[in-house]
């Protein structure tokens, strides 16, 4: 298994410009999420997904849309990209939702930066 | 709402015994969970405490959870240099979304040699 995977390892923007964060698992999950990790501020929750075609909103969504048509993907799309989105992005899965005993494993991140 | 409370930095000397603290608010979170970062990666499960136990020892490392203060820590016995990370403090999130874990700011270890 390749566990979680992150595209792209890094990435710099200009202020405006769109794009999408791709995070995939082979591990047959139900449930992933995605993160932001800033100085100072520890991980902050941006959305979460129980399954396939079922995604919901965490304590930072704004300026992120995130769709979940397979149970593999799970993209993180940036609609107008800011300054303040810059940031380190996790994307993070885990068997079941409401299993929380169970490992949640984290891929290995993306840096990005917003000029 | 949710808070998970914990010191910013630690420095310890190889071989000492280090101590992480960590506060939380919710009481009715399952478990409670211990992650590791090494730099440039991504956050690795270290442990995790059922709610209903005081105590869980895994190899060098040691959970207490004080369910009245609402405090756990994390002992690392016999320090090393490959211990230094930073150390995050988890609990789950309250309500219907409690699958989702919310996380402490994060500690940041040095084991000086």
């Known amino acids: 298994n390749a566990g979680v995977t992150q595209t792209p390892k890094f990435q710099v923007l200009k202020t405006g410009q769109s794009m999408t964060l791709q995070c995939a698992q082979d591990?047959?999950?139900?449930?992933m999420s995605w993160y932001r990790q800033d100085p100072g501020m520890g991980l902050r929750l941006i959305h979460y997904s129980v399954g396939a075609g079922i995604t919901d909103q965490g304590e930072v969504p704004n300026g992120y849309n995130v769709s979940r048509s397979t149970t593999e993907d799970f993209p993180l799309r940036l609609l107008s990209a800011a300054p303040s989105q810059t940031s380190v992005y996790f994307c993070?899965?885990?068997?079941?939702?409401?299993?929380?005993?169970?490992?949640?494993?984290f891929g290995p991140g993306t840096r990005l930066t917003v000029l | 709402g949710e808070d998970v409370e914990q010191s910013l930095f630690l420095s310890v000397r190889e071989g000492d015994s280090s101590v992480i603290n960590c506060t939380y608010t919710d009481s009715s979170s399952t478990y409670l969970y211990w992650y590791k970062q090494e730099p440039g990666a991504g956050l690795q499960l270290l442990t995790y405490?059922?709610?209903?136990?005081d105590m869980k020892q895994d190899q060098r490392l040691t959970v207490l959870l004080n369910k009245k203060d609402k405090h756990l820590s994390l002992r690392i016995a016999d320090t090393q240099t490959g211990d230094s990370a930073i150390y995050f403090c988890a609990e789950t999130q309250r309500g219907g979304s409690q699958g989702n874990l919310i996380f402490g700011k994060g500690t940041k270890l040095s084991v000086k040699p």
């Open positions: 405490i059922f709610s209903n136990m």
């Open positions: 591990m047959n999950h139900e449930y």
């Open positions: 993070a899965s885990r068997p079941h939702f409401q299993r929380t005993q169970d490992t949640q494993y």
